[in-house]
């Protein structure tokens, strides 16, 4: 189960992250049919989020501000675990607060397209 489990959750990390909980479950339901017709095993009920990250990640998440629901726990994973920097589209803002306090002795900066010097933050 090993092999089908960790294609699933590179392609989770990969291809999951712009798209919202219902796509997502599509795109896991997806590739457990592409595994299952390969006949490569996989578990049934794998829980992404909880396979790359352990309890102790998820709790100190949640005292960063992080909601516990699961489609921010599963952008939580996305954020720390993936190589490449993900785009936060954040219309409640719950996770741009996250972010700050989760980085906040990192130097962090954020900005916007309206900023002034945005082009100098990049």
């Not at 954020?79 to 920097?85: E, H």
Request: hydrophobic content about 35%.
């Amino acid at each position: 189960r090993l092999i089908g489990d960790t294609l699933l959750a590179c392609g989770f990390l990969s291809y999951s992250g712009p798209f919202n909980q219902e796509f997502r479950n599509q795109l896991m339901n997806t590739w457990k049919a592409l595994l299952k017709h390969k006949t490569i095993p996989y578990t049934n009920n794998l829980n992404v989020v909880s396979m790359l990250v352990d309890g102790n990640e998820t709790s100190e998440w949640a005292l960063q501000g992080l909601p516990s629901d699961e489609l921010s726990l599963q952008n939580a994973a996305i954020v720390t675990k993936a190589r490449s920097y993900p785009l936060l589209v954040d219309p409640q803002g719950q996770g741009k607060i996250w972010m700050k306090t989760k980085e906040q002795y990192n130097d962090l900066q954020v900005t916007n397209l309206n900023h002034k010097y945005f082009r100098t933050h990049l």
